[in-house]
């Protein structure tokens, strides 16, 4: 622990009422268990082993899991401050399907992207999320994304250009789900903040479809529930941290049940500087687009030739 850690928790000792309602005070590696997780020195024994592990589970089935990535103490807060930001979230029900393209879309009888769903969830945008809140601190901070770059094995990794889609809350109510999609980003970052008292459980099928193949048979089994496919159901507590390559695992949060809502943090990033999303597809996920979205529409680059 370095000095300035040591002079930064002797001033939250002795305001301990601010340490309750927020997490401004204290500094990265007091957020993250860092003795599990030692961002600062991934080259060490530990910091390479965990690297290690989270590049192979990436490598075999595009996902891996980090418990307790935020130290136990702390995720009673970051439980509250996100809970308190939930109000926030924009609330639409639309229907979509797996490919986010339009449901009535000219497509073939036996075509999975015929299967409508609700999509029942609710993003809470980023100009919405305190900077000080863990989450953002969290998504901005340079150790934490270089951390994050080392598991996926990318050389380079910049927060989203997007101002509203960058970081985001995802909200599920009771009733509600996040229906099958693909994600158009290749990776995703993501941490659960509360969990359902029943359901809402994450379910992914890994490498359904590849950059090449689109595997429409295996996709409609699964859409149809019909199994054959194998689905896998990820067991995620508060604090966890998620990295996810969505682009090729067909996925869902499944329906939410009991009282509470289920609140996952979604720390989106890309390789390239300046991603920004399309102006339609923002007006559908927040309910509004800003200048920089009808800026940047029309110049948008897209690496393969996959449904949406
Ligand atoms: O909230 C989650 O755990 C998953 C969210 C998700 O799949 C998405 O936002 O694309
Ligand atoms: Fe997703």
Request: aromatic share 6%.
């Amino acid at each position: 622990m370095g000095a300035s850690t040591l002079l930064l928790l002797s001033r939250v000792e002795s305001s301990g009422e601010d340490l309750m309602s927020t997490s401004e005070a204290l500094p990265l590696e007091d957020l993250v268990d860092s003795d599990r997780y030692p961002l600062s020195d991934l080259d060490g024994e530990t910091g390479a082993a965990v690297v290690s592990r989270a590049r192979r589970e990436l490598a075999a089935d595009g996902c891996t899991v980090l418990p307790d990535f935020i130290r136990p103490s702390l995720q009673g807060l970051l439980q509250r401050e996100c809970a308190a930001m939930a109000p926030r979230a924009h609330f639409d029900v639309a229907t979509v399907n797996v490919y986010n393209m339009a449901v009535d879309a000219d497509l073939p009888e036996d075509h999975p992207g015929r299967t409508a769903f609700e999509r029942g969830n609710a993003f809470v945008p980023r100009d919405r999320v305190p900077a000080g809140s863990l989450i953002s601190r969290l998504y901005s901070h340079a150790l934490f994304q270089q951390f994050v770059a080392r598991c996926f094995e990318l050389g380079e990794l910049h927060e989203l250009g997007d101002p509203l889609s960058g970081l985001v809350l995802n909200v599920v109510e009771p009733g509600m789900e996040h229906p099958w999609h693909f994600d158009t980003n290749e990776f995703t970052v993501s941490m659960l903040t509360q969990a359902a008292e029943d359901g809402g459980v994450f379910e992914y099928c890994p490498n359904i479809r590849s950059a090449e193949e689109e595997n429409f048979p295996a996709v409609r089994n699964v859409l149809a529930g019909e199994g054959g496919e194998p689905v896998r159901r990820l067991p995620l507590r508060p604090g966890d941290l998620q990295l996810f390559k969505g682009r090729y695992s067909l996925h869902r949060v499944s329906p939410v049940r009991g009282s509470l809502a289920r609140h996952s943090a979604i720390f989106a990033y890309s390789e390239r500087p300046g991603v920004i999303g399309s102006v339609s597809r923002t007006r559908q996920l927040f309910g509004r687009v800003l200048p920089e979205h009808l800026a940047a529409e029309g110049r948008a680059v897209r690496g393969d030739r996959l449904l949406d």
